[in-house]
């Protein structure tokens, strides 16, 4: 099937959030006596807020009672540290524009709530080019589990194997294949050799670096 469609990740693929995270993370989970290493926290990169929060309060035996008021406080201080310090990916307008006059309808699926996106989207001024956004926030199902990308595609009313998924993520590179999506990945610079971005259909190491030949490629 022709691919007519693309989705785009958020955190880490459209803005540098992800050390924003990181420092949300450190924040919050050092008023309960933890700290995580990188390798830590790379595991869990992709994640919904509330997965990523319970899978550490159980690692490190917190009430379970703490969850909802810990999910809430991390979004709430990487909203503000996104507002103060976030910075666009290389190639994000680039990308966009380059969808846009090949006539690709255009959404966006995040992990990330939608107040979020909201925010994200309007800091990178990519509004005018998205048809949807989809949240897995409120979701049975985050990510690595397909649903986001599948509620996207069905709001852009795209069949799945018609859609070209955008990841830096493993957790999100899955979601998207198991969507039976392509996938192209751009992992963070430090991950750029590790064997696991095998599944993806094209790994690049900037936004900026697609091209029409990428394009022919992984259609």
């Known amino acids: 099937m022709q691919i007519d469609t693309v989705i785009f990740d958020m955190d880490g693929l459209l803005i540098d959030s992800e050390p924003l995270w990181g420092e949300a993370a450190d924040d919050l989970f050092s008023q309960y006596g933890f700290k995580l290493s990188h390798e830590q926290y790379a595991t869990t990169t992709g994640l919904r807020t509330r997965e990523f929060v319970q899978w550490w309060f159980r690692k490190y035996n917190i009430d379970p009672r703490e969850d909802e008021k810990a999910e809430i406080r991390i979004i709430d201080l990487v909203m503000e540290k996104i507002g103060q310090r976030g910075h666009i990916m290389p190639g994000v307008h680039y990308i966009f524009e380059f969808f846009k006059q090949r006539g ?3 959404g966006l699926a995040s992990s990330s709530p939608q107040r979020m996106i909201d925010q994200v989207v309007d800091i990178v001024g990519v509004k ?3 048809q949807v956004t989809s949240s897995a926030g409120e979701l049975p199902y985050g990510k690595p589990h397909p649903l986001v990308y599948l509620n996207c595609a069905q709001m852009l009313n795209s069949a799945p194997t018609s859609c070209i998924a955008f990841e830096d993520s493993f957790n999100g590179m899955i979601a998207a294949k198991a969507a039976r999506m392509k996938c192209v990945v751009v992992p963070h610079h430090s991950q750029q050799k590790e ?6 259909d094209l790994k690049l190491t900037s936004l900026q670096n697609f091209g029409q030949l990428h394009l022919e490629l992984v259609n």
């Open 195 to 200: 064997e696991r971005w095998g599944a993806a």
């Open 128 to 130: 005018e080019y998205l």
């Open 104 to 106: 690709f309808k255009i």
